[in-house]
Nanobody, 123 residues
Framework: QVQLVESGGGSVQAGGSLRLSCAVY????????VGWFRQAPGKEREEVAI???????RYADSVKGRFTISKDNAKNTLYLQMNSLKDEDTALYYC?????????????????RGQGTQVTVSS
């Protein structure tokens, strides 16, 4: 089984920064897709940033240039550095893993998810 535990959320003013962390526990071997997703009240879950099996990163257009995803393999920890935060970034952020490599069609394809950490941005 895979378990993920997020931390680092909080309240911040617009323009500020936060760094989210996600500790990954479990028997994960080889390459896998891992990333950050978010869900705001009344909205669907959306993909924020992904590190794919081949190491390529991809970002939602809304966060490009502001957010950076990274992974420390030695610590089995995933990070999301969020800068220049906006009100519309307010959401529950969670990390998720998809063990199968290859393309995916929705956040639901990432079967293993953490409980999430709340990010609230106010202007």
């Amino acid at each position: 089984q895979v378990q993920l535990v997020e931390s680092g959320g909080g309240s911040v003013q617009a323009g500020g920064s936060l760094r989210l962390s996600c500790a990954v526990y479990g028997n994960i071997w080889g390459s896998y897709n891992v990333g950050w997703f978010r869900q705001a009240p009344g909205k669907e879950r959306e993909e924020v940033a992904i590190i794919a099996c081949d190491g390529i990163t991809r970002y939602a257009d809304s966060v490009k240039g502001r957010f950076t995803i990274s992974k420390d393999n030695a610590k089995n920890t995933l990070y999301l550095q969020m800068n220049s935060l906006k009100d519309e970034d307010t959401a529950l952020y969670y990390c998720a893993v998809r063990l199968e490599c290859g393309r995916w069609s929705s956040p639901d394809d990432f079967r293993y998810r953490g409980q999430g950490t709340q990010v609230t941005v106010s202007s």
